[in-house]
Each structure stands twice: as structure tokens, then as C-alpha cells.
T-cell receptor, first 113, second 111 residues
Framework: EAQVTQNPRYLITVTGKKLTVTCSQNMNHEYMSWYRQDPGLGLRQIYY???????DKGDVPEGYKVSRKEKRNFPLILESPSPNQTSLYFCASSTRTGMNIQYFGAGTRLSVL | GDSVTQMEGPVTLSEEAFLTINCTYTATGYPSLFWYVQYPGEGLQLLLKATKADDKGSNKGFEATYRKETTSFHLEKGSVQVSDSAVYFC??????????FGQGTTLQVKP
């Protein structure tokens, strides 16, 4: 089954404790992206990757890092989480030529205390 | 820059009522337009799309028409069901290929 898998689904952590949210897709997609969803703001793009070893900033990249060492994986790293990063995070993937039709993971709800 | 504006929610309807969720956009050029749906506890999934003016996208009884003259892409359904309860996102594809989302509209359908 074609899917985008995020882990963990729920995470509660404390300010400053480094964390990683994993994302993996099994569709051989070149394009992958991370979004955060906040009430009244919709989805905002954090980072995206057009292919292996190619990443770029989205609209709200501050406080986040990503890497793309393999085509299927695109982890999101919060080196020093802060309470304003409490949010619902989604990973998505698509083909390079079909970026407007993205396949989303089920989401990771993060709370930073 | 490009942007999408949706009507404020939540929208609460009784089963079999008519649904309209308004969406307007601002964009340079001629973007493609989309509606994505997010069911409770799930990620977003594409509901329908339209790639040029006057195109009508449709799926699962939902429809939306690309209106260039009013820069709108309103979502409609003639008779909603409880299972349609979800968050609906209007989006456009910018000239770089990036998806730009509206803020989302929550729909709750009561039996």
C-alpha cells in the first residue's frame, strides 16, 4: 500500500530537549515536504526537498532542520524545541512533476512544555 | 505573493443539507486550484482539482468550478452526510509548483 508514515504520532517533550520526527514514503517520490498546522493559519511549509541531498527552506524554517540522505526518508529535527513549536506536523511527498498532488502522513502532534 | 482565503468555520449543517465553502485566491499567472480534505485523525488527501478557468472538479459528490473572473473556487455538495465531517482546505499551485493552503474550514454534519 502506498503511504507516508510519520513517527511518533504524539509527542510531549520539554523545552530544549532535542527531538526527531521521522517520515518515510514507499512511492519512490522525489519531492518531500514538512508542514505545520496551526489553528487559523492553515498549513505552512517548513522545509522541502526536491531530491536526495537537496533541501530548501519553506515559509517557517526557523528552529527546524531536515536531512535527505535517502530518497524514502525525510526526518524533521528540532535541536532545541520551544513552546511556540507546539503544533500538528505533517510530512508529504509527491513526484517531482506533480508537486501539487501531495500524499500526506497522518500527522504528529507535538507539545513542548 | 500568492494567497488563499477561505470562509471562517466551523460550519455546522444537518444531514442532507446543501454545503458551500467559499474560497478565493490571489495569484500571478494561472494557478491550478485544489480542495484537500482532512478527516479526523488523518492526513490531508486530495478531494478534487481544476487546472484552468471554467474547469469543474468533482469527486464524491463534491464540486468546485474555477472562476477566473471572480478568482474563486467554492466547494459545493448538494446533500451532506455525517461522514463528510472533516476539515476542508482550499489550495493553489504557485508558479514554482509549491502548494499554498488556505486556513481550513471545519465542517460538522449532525444526524
Amino acid at each position: 500500500e502506498a503511504q507516508v508514515t510519520q513517527n511518533p504520532r504524539y509527542l510531549i517533550t520539554v523545552t530544549g530537549k532535542k527531538l526527531t520526527v521521522t517520515c518515510s514514503q514507499n512511492m519512490n517520490h522525489e519531492y518531500m515536504s514538512w508542514y505545520r498546522q496551526d489553528p487559523g493559519l492553515g498549513l505552512r511549509q517548513i522545509y522541502y526537498s526536491m531530491n536526495v541531498e537537496v533541501t530548501d527552506k519553506g515559509d517557517v524554517p526557523e528552529g527546524y532542520k531536515v536531512s535527505r540522505k535517502e530518497k524514502r526518508n525525510f526526518p524533521l529535527i528540532l535541536e532545541s524545541p520551544s513552546p511556540n513549536q507546539t503544533s500538528l506536523y505533517f510530512c508529504a511527498s509527491s513526484t517531482r512533476t506533480g508537486m501539487n498532488i501531495q500524499y500526506f502522513g497522518a500527522g504528529t502532534r507535538l507539545s513542548v512544555l | 505573493g500568492d494567497s488563499v482565503t477561505q470562509m471562517e468555520g466551523p460550519v455546522t449543517l444537518s444531514e442532507e443539507a446543501f454545503l458551500t465553502i467559499n474560497c478565493t485566491y490571489t495569484a500571478t499567472g494561472y494557478p491550478s486550484l485544489f480542495w484537500y480534505v482532512q478527516y479526523p485523525g488523518e492526513g490531508l488527501q486530495l478531494l478534487l482539482k481544476a487546472t484552468k478557468a471554467d474547469d469543474k472538479g468533482s469527486n464524491k459528490g463534491f464540486e468546485a468550478t474555477y472562476r477566473k473572473e471572480t478568482t474563486s473556487f467554492h466547494l459545493e455538495k448538494g446533500s451532506v452526510q455525517v461522514s463528510d465531517s472533516a476539515v476542508y482546505f482550499c489550495a493553489l499551485s504557485s508558479n514554482t509548483g509549491k502548494l499554498i493552503f488556505g486556513q481550513g474550514t471545519t465542517l460538522q454534519v449532525k444526524p
